[in-house]
């Protein structure tokens, strides 16, 4: 009985981690920012406005964060 604790426990201990980590590797991927003259460049290359690329990028950016939920749930 004893032994079947420290495995749940030690599972549990390890699915935390992991989630965890993927949390935190998620945030460093969307904390990537675009300084003004990259967004400028960018956002002429595409034939937009830097609003309208802003928009876009934050759009991307929620449904890659939604879809990685999903992804967990």
């Not at 604790?5 to 991927?29: D, H, N, P, Q, R």
């Not at 960018?42 to 876009?56: C, I, T």
Request: charged share 30%; glycine share 8%.
């Amino acid at each position: 009985m004893l032994n079947m604790k420290k495995k749940i426990i030690g599972t549990s201990l390890g699915a935390m981690v992991a989630l965890g980590s993927l949390g935190i590797s998620a945030y460093a991927a969307d904390n990537q920012k675009l300084d003004k003259n990259q967004l400028k460049q960018e956002a002429a290359k595409q034939g937009v406005s830097v609003k309208e690329l802003r928009g876009k990028l934050k759009a991307e950016r929620t449904a890659d964060r939604e879809a990685k939920l999903k992804a967990i749930a």
